[in-house]
């Protein structure tokens, strides 16, 4: 995957870019597994695996990461411990056992690839998951009607993903004219969608997919 890896100028710095902002979103999603007594948890597009790192401290969690990018799993193996397991491979066709898994994780995955492919990571996930399992979600969404939620949403947000290229910039505009998580979730989602958290002035939202209901029912 190495000559097409979109990754690989910033795989080394990634986590220095975005871990500290990234923090408090990651460490909510720590907690809600932790309250599901989560034992077998996949983070579906992993990047680094700082995610999967800060679950590693539960030692009876059985954790695996799956990334297309060569270079942000040679980052999550240099930075994680043996424990943690990562495959390179499509997020879309894992080829992993069906119902294995009961926590699944995809934090800011679907927005920056085109449909089709953010469509087939979502049904990939709803395949793996444990019937007693819960997919976590994390991505944009449309911003509270508040000035600051607008102007990360429409300056910060935007420039960001206009700095990671053009066609990682078309697939957010596309995500964000299709209503973002929420949208995309209302379209595909076979389960009970429930809100656990807003991030970033309201323009992040972290959504738990599901057979029981937890958090704030949408």
């Not at 499509?90 to 119902?99: D, E, I, K, R, V």
Request: charged share 20%; glycine share 6%; net charge neutral.
């Amino acid at each position: 995957m190495e000559q097409n890896d979109e990754y690989k100028k910033i795989a080394g710095i990634y986590d220095f870019l975005f871990s500290r902002a990234l923090r408090n979103l990651r460490n909510t999603i720590c907690t809600c597994l932790s309250h599901s007594k989560a034992k077998n948890v996949l983070d579906l597009c992993c990047g680094t695996g700082e995610q999967l790192r800060m679950l590693a401290a539960n030692n009876d969690t059985l954790l695996t990461g799956v990334d297309l990018s060569q270079a942000m799993l040679n980052q999550a193996r240099q930075k994680s411990p043996d424990t943690i397991h990562y495959l390179e491979c499509n997020g879309g066709n894992t080829q992993l056992p069906s119902a294995k898994y009961d926590g699944i994780i995809i934090t800011f995955a679907l927005h920056e690839k085109p449909a089709r492919q953010h469509q087939a990571i979502f049904s990939e996930a709803c395949r793996l998951l444990h019937p007693d399992g819960q997919i976590l979600i994390a991505d944009y969404c449309t911003p509270a009607l508040k000035f600051s939620s607008q102007c990360m949403s429409h300056l910060a947000f935007r420039s960001v993903e206009r700095l990671a290229g053009i066609n990682h910039y078309h697939c957010y505009k596309d995500w964000m004219a299709d209503d973002g998580v929420e949208g995309f979730l209302y379209r595909n989602n076979p389960g009970k969608l429930s809100l656990i958290s807003e991030h970033f002035k309201g323009c992040v939202k972290l959504l738990s997919v599901s057979n029981q209901t937890t958090g704030i029912r949408l």
